[in-house]
Nanobody, 123 residues
Framework: VQLQASGGGLVQAGDSLTLSCTTSGGTFSRSSVAWFRQTPGKEREFVAAIRWRNSLTDYADSVKGRFTISRDNAKNTVYLQMNNLKPEDTAVYYC?????????????????WGQGTLVTVSS
């Protein structure tokens, strides 16, 4: 599965932004998809994930109530709606896919990765 992340940009604290992750080359409807983020010098951090089975979701505590992950199987796309953004949300955001029905936060379980998209939140 090939993944393409997009939608990053520069916003102010409190603003909203929606990231998109478009997939190709695989069976999207049977791919779980996750979003991770990374800042320089830090490990990649789990943000949210959605299973292919039942579309169950999971979120990092730091984004619960502010971020929403969703999928559109007809468009082979997963979205990350980010509301009430904070400066600490600044990072490069990556999407990843797995053929397993999972929302695990462990990076090793996600086999396919897209390039990142930069989100910068100014205070």
């Amino acid at each position: 599965v090939q993944l393409q992340a997009s939608g990053g940009g520069l916003v102010q604290a409190g603003d909203s932004l929606t990231l998109s992750c478009t997939t190709s080359g695989g069976t999207f409807s049977r791919s779980s998809v996750a979003w991770f983020r990374q800042t320089p010098g830090k490990e990649r951090e789990f943000v949210a994930a959605i299973r292919w089975r039942n579309s169950l979701t999971d979120y990092a505590d730091s984004v619960k109530g502010r971020f929403t992950i969703s999928r559109d199987n007809a468009k082979n796309t997963v979205y990350l709606q980010m509301n009430n953004l904070k400066p600490e949300d600044t990072a490069v955001y990556y999407c990843a896919a797995s053929p397993m029905s999972t929302t695990t936060p462990n990076t090793y379980a996600w086999k396919s990765w897209g390039q990142g998209t930069l989100v910068t939140v100014s205070s």
